[in-house]
């Protein structure tokens, strides 16, 4: 059965999708049959207990990493068999990805940590672009700075420049919020907001209930299958059904 979270468009579709690690005894079955579709225009969040598939499922939907079998679709694209060359351009250009630790370059300043990707992709990065995609996370008067000298908010804001400045269809995060306090937790969730009201469509992987509470609906998995979703929750009622899962 495929979990379908709106009538929209999906931008994301993954058809019964497996990932193992390991062999007899040590195996573990990271991702156990799941079908999904993310819609287009919309922000996902996906919780779970610890060791649920939760990143896994994250990186086989964002091309970091290839699944046992099922198909994954990028919205009319079928990626599954695309080799690491080609993922590493859509990752360039359709895909946008934020990490936990931040990932920024610290001998760039920010102009260039957010071109970064631009370059990557052989295409010459117009200041004025790159001026823009700060000023959208609210950094404009820090362009010139280096990781070094911005706060952990700061640095997730640029990470966050970084990967929408290609424009891409879908921005992937992985705990976006784990390594920052409550305020620049806030402030990262209120910008995710502003670019899903905007029309991206977000996947988020997070721990922390109050952050999926911000999202427009929750996925929950377990032993690497979906098991729930809710829409609209409180943070309070996702973190009644995280308990339960982890029971």
Do not use: C
């Not at 990932?19 to 799941?34: C, I, Q």
Request: charged residues 20%; neutral net charge; without cysteine.
């Amino acid at each position: 059965m495929t979990t379908t979270l709106t009538q929209t468009a999906a931008a994301i579709s993954m058809r019964d999708i497996h990932r193992t690690y390991g062999r007899g005894s040590a195996e573990v079955r990271a991702v156990d049959g799941v079908d999904i579709d993310f819609p287009r225009g919309s922000w996902t969040a996906v919780m779970g207990p610890s060791g649920s598939g939760k990143s896994t499922l994250l990186h086989i939907a964002a091309g970091l990493e290839h699944a046992d079998s099922g198909r994954v679709f990028l919205g009319d694209s079928d990626i599954t068999s695309s080799s690491d060359r080609q993922l590493t351009a859509l990752r360039r250009s359709r895909i946008g990805f934020v990490f936990q630790s931040f990932n920024l370059v610290g001998s760039l300043t920010a102009e260039q940590n957010v071109s970064l990707p631009l370059r990557l992709a052989g295409r010459r990065p117009s200041r004025a672009d790159v001026k823009a995609a700060l000023s959208s996370v609210g950094l404009a008067d820090r362009g010139r700075h280096r990781p070094r000298e911005l706060s952990g908010g700061q640095q997730q804001r640029v990470a966050i420049a970084r990967a929408l400045v290609t424009g891409p269809e879908v921005l992937f995060a992985d705990e976006p919020t784990g390594a920052l306090d409550t305020t620049s937790a806030h402030s990262v969730l209120d910008l995710l907001r502003a670019t899903v009201d905007a029309g991206q469509t977000i996947v988020m992987v997070t721990h922390d209930p109050a952050a999926a509470a911000r999202a427009d609906s929750t996925v929950f998995l377990r032993d690497g299958r979906v098991v729930d979703h809710l829409a609209g929750a409180s943070a309070g009622a996702l973190a009644a059904r995280l308990v339960q899962l982890e029971a």
